[in-house]
């Protein structure tokens, strides 16, 4: 998730330091493993095939929180995507 446009009362939103604040929190949430698993149920279901992940471990910034993990050291109990991946390679078997 990153923000996109222009507010007239915010102005540049990917320059709005509490929503990219909102917007890493959201990545944080428990509930983010839920809704990965959810996306992987329904690509599934259409067929499925080759998935591929954007980056196994980045940090989150104002241009988005693309990895599974945040750092190397962070605690993967504590990493909703992540655990959501685990899940799915579980559930393949792997």
Known sequence: MVASGVSPD???LVDHPALTEKLIS?????RMT????????QWSEIGGGLIVWFATTDKPTKWG???LLESMGQDPEKAPKYQ????MFTEQGC
């Open 65 to 67: 929180s693309w990895g």
């Open 26 to 30: 959201l990545n944080r949430d428990g």
């Open 34 to 41: 839920d809704f990965y698993m959810d996306m992987y149920k």
């Open 84 to 87: 959501a991946i685990r899940n």
């Open 10 to 12: 915010l102005g540049v």
